[in-house]
C-alpha cells in the first residue's frame, strides 16, 4: 500500500464513519487529508482537528488552498469562491430542516399507524 501526504479538500457527500476508524463527516465540512491509500483518505475535519479517521476519496473534492509553516504546525488557509460557501451554507441548512420535518411529520405518523396495528392485532 502506497501512502501520499496530501493537503486541503471538501466534502461533497456526508459520509457516517460506520467502518473501523471511520471519520464521520457532514456536507461541506473541510478536512485535512494525512495520507491516501486505496480509494480511502486519512485526515480530519478542521473543526474537530483532535479526531482523525478514514472516508472514502470519491466523497471529497480538492480546493485550493495557502499553506504556511510547512510541517507538523502547518496551518491551512482556504481559499473559498463565495458562490460555493453560499451554496455549501444552503445544502446544510436545509439538510438540517428536512431532518427537523421528518421528525415533526413523519415519526408520529408511523408511531400512530404501529399503535393502530397493534390494537387490530390485539383485538
Known amino acids: 500500500m502506497k501512502r501520499k501526504k496530501?493537503?486541503?479538500k471538501k466534502?461533497?457527500?456526508t459520509f457516517r464513519g460506520s467502518v473501523s476508524q471511520g471519520l464521520?463527516?457532514?456536507v461541506g465540512e473541510t478536512v485535512q487529508i494525512l495520507e491516501k491509500c486505496e480509494g480511502w483518505f486519512r485526515g480530519f475535519s478542521t473543526r474537530k482537528p483532535n479526531v482523525k479517521g478514514v472516508f472514502p476519496a470519491s466523497?471529497?473534492?480538492l480546493k485550493k488552498a495557502i499553506v504556511t509553516n510547512r510541517g507538523?504546525?502547518?496551518t491551512v488557509v482556504p481559499l473559498e469562491d463565495p458562490i460555493i460557501t453560499e451554496v455549501t451554507a444552503t445544502l446544510q441548512e436545509w439538510a438540517l430542516?428536512?431532518?427537523q420535518l421528518y421528525v415533526v411529520s413523519v415519526v408520529p405518523l408511523l408511531c400512530t399507524s404501529l399503535h393502530h396495528t397493534l390494537r387490530q392485532?390485539?383485538?
Request: with cysteine; glycine share 4%.
Open 59 to 61: 466523497y471529497i473534492h
Open 6 to 8: 496530501t493537503g486541503d
Open 72 to 74: 507538523p504546525h502547518e
Open 24 to 26: 464521520a463527516l457532514e
Open 11 to 13: 466534502l461533497i457527500c
Open 97 to 99: 430542516l428536512w431532518k
Open 121 to 123: 392485532q390485539h383485538d
